[in-house]
């Protein structure tokens, strides 16, 4: 049987991938006028690169921070500043009523489109909902490292609140290599690949079968709900932070 | 005065222009009533029921005052519409709910709330023209557009009365001024209507006056001099630059509403000229380019109304020399399927429905006749003559109802119709396979004295909305 503690990190950037993807905000929707403007499907598809590539970056700026801090500063310390910070993004979405960006232009180059992905990630906070998915891969990866050095058992488990001992690197994730960025830019690779399935399939299908028509019965407020995923994985992540300093 | 989103999209969004067309039909409407006399009395927006089924039917059921006399409330707008659904910043929660309603001779803009009480919009906020002008250097707001990014507004000139006029923009929900839409205007001065073709990113501009040149009326030494605009301007919608100029021909002045193509895809669209100077006839250009490409724009005059001959005591004094009622285009509209272009004749009296599937071959398919300068045609449901004529049209999002005001602006309609025009609304019923247009013999609205302008439907009509997807 998977170890949990293993791989739900992996199952929660696949879900969040697909959750992204699912956001008419985050591309499909732009790919699917795209194909309509230029009426071919071959627009469509063209257009679906430069969304994830954007959407990749935006996810990657935090992975890298979460890389980069995380070798500096202990992991309770990340989840605690991480969690706040999900819960003022969520905050703030809130106090400015869901407000959204502002673009104007639909004759977009690839550059173009892959900036705007990377804006509209950004702007909904897309890679602060990862944080703890994120944290949890660089420990594993620095785990790797530190068991290596034979201090494996500094590190406590985020993913137990429970505070148990995280289980022996015996099959810890394949791209650690004891490189604490490596499984972070798979964790990107990862998220993305989930996003670009999901909105590649929805994309294709809205413009060749569904029409643009289901917007008008389908487009629940995905704003609201989420604010609400940021809302939830900030407690998460701040609670876990503050148990881990709370059992010492 | 931010409004929280609503969980499923605002029902009068629609994608496109084709889905927008099987909106159920309107059962209300906003018509802006202004009021000519000097009597400290306020300009109104009225609400008119247009539900057949109504005891109420084709009469005025709401009233709501401004504030202050004498704003001259001519064209108005809503703060959300169907390009919410753009995909580029996609907002489709946000309710069509304010109205935003310049006042063109005070530079005055209210925003009026319409959901408590549709029947009856109250005012939520009044920007002052002091901040209008200190934001944007703009004066004299005319069309409202709401855009993918937020509310844009034309202006005919700055605070002195003079030029630039050009285009500000409003924030979506907070209606705060935000500033001057132009990052380069080039040798742009005159300007007047505004409009945009969404999937080509392209935004075009017309040509009236500034506000010196228009306030007092046409002032006939200007007007002999082709002083009047007579430009085309496209910018790029992105990069708000001045990309392209088009001269109509100094002889055709005033070239006014815009009115492009509803389908994003499609790369045309058609301008008004009020008046020749050759011959008093107005006429309709079309301006193009092919699609697919990112080439210059072209512009040719694809419909001619020529002047009708009178006697001199059949005319006011400003056109007597003349001997000769020009049709003096002021209005067009072009219905969501992009099929039929209405177009008033407010100096003849008529109105014309031309079908325009091929946009270079226009043909006329159906005319309405009522006022006019010189015929003063009646209607079936009141006696006597009528004057005024066909000025501002609106057509219903199913292509099925076109409503008609008679009113065009104070100082022009003293000019043209200087015995004091009597205000009404009627109701046109078009034929939408074939064509052809038809007075309902039963709907006249009576605005006695005062002045109508401006209809805008419920949920959305043909010259409100805009579209990201065809």
Redesign the interface.
């Known amino acids: 049987m998977p170890d949990l503690s293993a791989s739900w990190p992996w199952l929660t950037l696949v879900a969040m991938g697909a959750f992204h993807g699912l956001n008419p905000a985050m591309g499909w929707l732009f790919a699917v006028a795209l194909g309509l403007q230029e009426r071919r499907l071959r627009a469509v598809l063209a257009a679906l690169g430069p969304i994830a590539l954007g959407h990749a970056l935006s996810i990657g700026l935090f992975a890298v921070a979460v890389g980069l801090l995380g070798l500096i500063v202990p992991q309770r310390l990340l989840l605690i500043v991480g969690g706040l910070a999900l819960l003022a993004f969520a905050g703030y979405k809130v106090v400015t009523r869901f407000r959204c960006v502002r673009w104007v232009g639909m004759r977009v180059s690839a550059v173009q489109l892959t900036f705007w992905s990377f804006l509209m990630a950004t702007a909904h906070g897309a890679g602060l909902m990862l944080i703890p998915a994120l944290v949890r891969l660089e420990r594993s990866g620095a785990a790797v490292a530190a068991a290596q050095d034979g201090h494996a058992m500094d590190h406590m488990d985020m993913s137990m609140p429970m505070a148990m001992p995280m289980p022996m690197p015996s099959h810890a994730p394949a791209t650690g290599g004891g490189d604490p960025i490596a499984p972070l830019l798979g964790a990107v690779a990862v998220h993305t690949g989930a996003l670009l399935l999901v909105a590649g399939i929805l994309a294709v299908v809205v413009y060749q079968r569904v029409g643009v028509e289901v917007l008008r019965r389908a487009w629940v407020n995905l704003d609201f709900i989420w604010t609400g995923v940021l809302t939830i994985t900030g407690v998460i992540t701040l609670g876990v932070g503050l148990w881990q300093v709370l059992m010492g | 005065m ?8 605002d ?1 009068t ?4 222009p084709r ?1 927008a067309m099987q909106a159920p039909p309107e059962t209300f409407g906003y018509v802006v009533r202004v009021n000519p006399n000097d009597d400290g009395k306020p300009d109104a927006i009225c609400t008119i029921d247009l539900d057949p089924t109504s005891g109420t039917f084709g009469t005025v059921v709401g009233v709501a005052e401004m504030p202050h006399a004498g704003d001259e409330l001519h064209h108005f707008g809503w703060n959300s519409c169907s390009s919410m ?9 946000m309710e069509r709910r304010y109205l935003v309603v310049p006042g063109l001779r005070s530079s005055r803009l209210y925003i009026l709330d319409t959901k408590p009480d549709p029947l009856h919009p109250h005012i939520v906020k009044t920007i002052e023209p002091e901040e209008i002008a200190g934001r944007t250097g703009y004066a004299k707001g005319h069309t409202v557009h709401c ?4 509310i844009y507004v034309s202006a005919l000139g700055g605070p002195d009365g003079d030029g630039p006029g050009g285009i500000f923009v409003l924030d979506h ?1 907070t209606f705060d001024v935000l500033g001057q839409w132009e990052i380069d205007r080039g040798e742009q001065v005159l300007a007047y209507d505004f409009w945009w073709h ?4 392209t935004m075009i501009t017309s040509e009236w006056g500034t506000p010196k040149m228009v306030e007092t009326g046409l002032q006939p030494d200007l007007l002999l001099n082709s002083q009047y605009g007579h430009h085309l301007h496209f910018w790029n ?2 990069d708000r630059k001045l990309t392209q100029t088009v001269d109509l021909g100094k002889e055709h002045q005033m070239a006014l509403e815009l009115r492009p193509a509803h389908d ?2 499609r790369s045309y669209g058609f301008v008004n000229t009020v008046i020749s100077l050759a011959d008093l006839s107005g006429s309709i250009w079309l301006w193009h380019r092919p699609e ?1 490409k990112d080439g210059d724009w072209a512009i040719q005059k694809v419909i001619d109304i020529p002047a009708v001959p009178a006697t001199e005591d059949q005319l006011p004094p400003a056109l007597q020399p003349f001997k000769a009622v020009p049709p003096l285009i002021t209005d067009i509209e072009l219905s969501l399927d992009d099929r039929f272009l209405y177009v008033s004749c407010w100096g003849t009296g008529e109105l014309r429905q031309y079908d325009v599937s091929d946009p270079f071959h226009p043909v006329l398919t159906g005319t309405v006749k009522i006022g006019g300068i010189v015929a003063r045609t009646g209607h079936p449901a009141v006696d006597g003559p009528l004057n005024g004529a066909p000025q501002m049209v609106e057509v219903s999002r199913d292509g099925k109802r076109v409503y008609v005001t008679n009113s065009l602006y104070m100082p022009l309609d003293a000019q043209f119709y200087p015995e004091g025009i009597k205000g009404w609304m009627v109701k046109i019923d078009a034929g939408t396979n074939g064509g052809g247009i038809a007075l309902d013999p039963e709907f006249f609205v009576d605005f006695g004295a005062f002045r109508p302008h401006q209809v805008r439907l419920q949920g959305g009509d043909a010259s409100t909305d805009s579209y ?3």
């Open positions: 931010q409004t929280m989103p609503t969980w499923r999209p029902p969004l629609y994608p496109s889905s659904l753009c995909p580029s910043a996609p907002h489709p929660h855009g993918p990014d937020g929900e969404l999937g080509h990113d919608l992105r994003p895809t697919g990201c997807f065809p």
